[in-house]
């Protein structure tokens, strides 16, 4: 009996890190250029550089068939009105789908497709599946009180393709209203 | 902004299903021909004929780069000395891999390499992945006290392959023993 060790990684869902895991930490330098109101994000900065999410990921194969996948955590916080967020990406294969399971918190996942310009905001609750389609870009944001904690399986070609988000941006934005997390155009975009 | 509501769908961990998830129950009966003693078989299934384990799934899409998902429980039990398993599959699409994540519970997934014969016994536990290969017939087993929830992520044209499983057989099977769960070569193949 062989036990290949590799096949089964560990995860601590609390610290969102897995075992071998590759480790991505953005904090909020990193996320220049993602808010809308950039004097709230420049006061904020001002005030420190806190982790505004990680992603601890594994590489098991890159064969056709293959598939990778992360955990992920991302902090609840605002820069003026606007929910923390992921960067966000398309995939470089565009037609990679992403399964994604949330497993703690309270968040959105915000999809834009980039051929029909299709925008839907889906909510990511604890114990939930949220599937995002190929073609489609796609950004976490926390609009809870609390860490947001996920799981993203993907095929092994799907690649992220961050130049096309950072570049264009995403047309929409969420943030806090007293209805609760509204989606609105942003302002460059409007 | 648009709500497609088929992109969220909320799990019940508890109950492992899916929202409009697809249902699927294995009952003692169903499972006959994978237990080695085929006496403590018919003797088990003359008391009754329990839930061995269900999948619930769904299958979002069906083009290139698509994924389907799903979230299985696998009860605790024995046939003799054999742990409750599942009937365990090939994909059909022999290079698609498939991501585990176990979420409760204790167990082990059996690997068989199709063409290799090398076999693995890689172990389940609460809170970790397990990466399945291609080429490489799976089965899980339950070797603890509780059920043993997982979700399973794979490629949408992986397909399920249970006639050659039906037809040869796992070569081997995992037993409790003093020692603990082992993996033995079946009689049939030893």
């Known amino acids: 009996m062989k036990h290949l060790p590799e096949l089964h990684s560990q995860f601590d869902l609390s610290e969102a890190r897995i075992d071998r895991g590759q480790l991505v930490e953005r904090r909020l330098s990193d996320l220049a250029g993602c808010f809308e109101d950039e004097d709230s994000f420049a006061k904020s900065l001002a005030k420190g550089n806190p982790l505004i999410y990680q992603v601890s990921s594994q590489e098991p194969g890159n064969g056709l068939g293959d598939m990778h996948f992360g955990i992920g955590m991302l902090m609840p916080g605002r820069i003026g009105d606007e929910y923390y967020l992921t960067k966000g990406h ?94 609105l155009l942003r302002e460059s975009h409007s």
């Open 90 to 183: 398309l995939h470089e294969s565009r037609e990679a789908a992403e399964v994604y399971i949330c497993l703690s918190g309270t968040g959105a996942m915000l999809l834009e497709h980039e051929q029909t310009g299709d925008v839907q905001l889906v909510p990511m609750t604890s114990h939930s599946f949220v599937y995002v389609p190929g073609y489609t870009a796609h950004r976490t944001v926390n609009t809870g009180i609390e860490p947001l904690r996920y799981i993203g399986v993907y095929p092994a070609n799907a690649g992220h393709d961050y130049q096309t988000i950072a570049k264009r941006g995403f047309r929409h934005r969420v943030v806090a209203t007293t209805d609760g997390p509204q989606l």
